[in-house]
């Protein structure tokens, strides 16, 4: 699952060209019953799978936007109570978004979502976003005002380290938090990434397999290592609550990413003496 920049696009929404900004209409009325059954089984899966894995924050989004099992969501419902509670919409685009443009959407608190929907033999695993991905996963956490704020600072510092030749470092922690966080709470440590929520598999795995490293929130840690796409992630990193994301992400980081040009990357599977381990992943014996 990749982080929503670089999708090949679908059928849909490959009709009408995409506006300047590459937006383009869902055209809800275009899906199938086939298009809606296979949300409604991904749906149904992952409600039954997230109720005690899923983040209060998360599951109260879902709740409050009104996503269901019924069908695919019209993207002009959901907006109409997203756009109230926190001010973000979301905008339809076709596929591939070049990063300035997905940044610059964020920036202005709008949340680029595919259109179409994975194939009935894809339900388990998809390495491009779609609608489920998207919606399911993404739209929801923008329901909560401090993860709707940080995800329009995100858009703005991305447009920040595309300047500053900086973006591979920004995206990493794109990708361990927005994508793949873990969250500790009272309850015990929960999900709040999107990549894990529309995931059956990883929404299991990252909590209770043994295999991945699963390490405190450090932020020039993260931003110095290296991610898979193609697999389960070797470490999942854990921040305590919001706050303290919004709190470590909001000065400038360009002196970071000056600090971080002289430090090597790290393997995704890597674990350092400074590191605060929650569980340190055990490899299988070949
Ligand atoms: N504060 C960061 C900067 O100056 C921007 C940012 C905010 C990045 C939130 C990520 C998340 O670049
Ligand atoms: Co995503």
Same mark, same amino acid.
Not at 32 to 44: C, G, N, Q, V
Not at 211 to 232: Q, V
């Given at each position: 699952?990749?982080? /929503?920049?670089?999708?090949?696009? $679908?059928?849909?929404?490959?009709?009408?060209?995409?506006?300047?900004?590459?937006?383009?209409?869902?055209?809800?009325?275009?899906?199938?019953?086939?298009?809606?059954?296979?949300?409604?089984?991904?749906?149904?899966?992952?409600?039954?799978? +997230?109720?005690?894995?899923?983040?209060?924050?998360? !599951?109260?989004?879902?709740?409050?936007?009104?996503?269901?099992?019924?069908?695919?969501?019209?993207?002009?419902?959901?907006?109409?109570?997203?756009?109230?509670?926190?001010? &973000?919409?979301?905008?339809?685009?076709?596929? +591939? !978004?070049?990063?300035?443009? %997905? %940044?610059?959407?964020?920036?202005?608190?709008? =949340?680029? $979502?595919?259109? =179409?929907?994975?194939?009935?033999?894809?339900?388990?695993?998809?390495?491009?976003?779609?609608?489920?991905?998207?919606?399911? /996963?993404? !739209?929801?956490?923008?329901?909560?005002?401090?993860?709707?704020?940080?995800?329009?600072?995100?858009?703005?510092?991305?447009?920040?380290?595309?300047?500053?030749?900086?973006?591979?470092?920004?995206?990493?922690?794109? &990708?361990?938090?927005?994508?793949?966080?873990?969250?500790?709470?009272?309850?015990?440590?929960?999900?709040?990434?999107? /990549?894990? !929520?529309?995931?059956?598999?990883?929404?299991?795995?990252?909590?209770?397999?043994?295999?991945?490293?699963?390490?405190?929130?450090?932020?020039?840690?993260?931003?110095?290592?290296?991610?898979?796409?193609?697999?389960?992630?070797?470490?999942? %990193?854990?921040?305590?609550?919001?706050?303290?994301? =919004?709190?470590?992400?909001?000065?400038?980081?360009?002196?970071?990413?000056?600090?971080?040009?002289?430090?090597?990357?790290?393997?995704? /599977?890597?674990?350092?003496?400074?590191?605060?381990?929650?569980?340190?992943?055990?490899?299988?014996?070949?």
């Amino acid at each position: 699952m990749d982080d /929503g920049r670089t999708t090949t696009g $679908s059928a849909l929404g490959k009709t009408t060209p995409p506006r300047a900004d590459f937006t383009i209409d869902q055209d809800w009325a275009a899906y199938s019953p086939e298009d809606h059954a296979i949300w409604r089984t991904l749906f149904k899966r992952q409600e039954a799978i +997230l109720r005690d894995r899923a983040c209060r924050e998360f !599951v109260d989004g879902l709740v409050g936007l009104g996503v269901a099992a019924d069908g695919i969501p019209d993207f002009k419902k959901l907006n109409a109570v997203l756009d109230a509670t926190t001010g &973000w919409t979301i905008v339809a685009v076709p596929g +591939l !978004v070049p990063d300035a443009v %997905f %940044f610059e959407h964020l920036a202005n608190r709008r =949340f680029p $979502s595919t259109c =179409f929907i994975r194939r009935a033999d894809q339900l388990d695993y998809l390495q491009e976003p779609d609608i489920f991905h998207d919606v399911y /996963g993404h !739209v929801p956490m923008l329901m909560n005002p401090i993860f709707a704020d940080y995800m329009q600072a995100y858009g703005k510092g991305g447009l920040k380290a595309l300047g500053l030749g900086s973006l591979h470092h920004l995206a990493r922690l794109y &990708w361990y938090t927005v994508e793949f966080g873990l969250i500790r709470t009272q309850e015990g440590l929960r999900i709040y990434g999107s /990549g894990i !929520v529309s995931s059956k598999g990883e929404s299991i795995y990252c909590l209770e397999d043994a295999a991945p490293n699963r390490i405190g929130f450090d932020l020039l840690r993260i931003m110095r290592t290296k991610y898979r796409i193609d697999d389960f992630q070797e470490s999942y %990193f854990v921040i305590d609550s919001f706050d303290q994301l =919004f709190d470590a992400t909001r000065p400038d980081f360009t002196p970071y990413y000056a600090a971080l040009r002289d430090q090597p990357d790290l393997e995704p /599977g890597t674990v350092l003496p400074s590191d605060s381990i929650l569980h340190r992943g055990i490899t299988p014996v070949p």
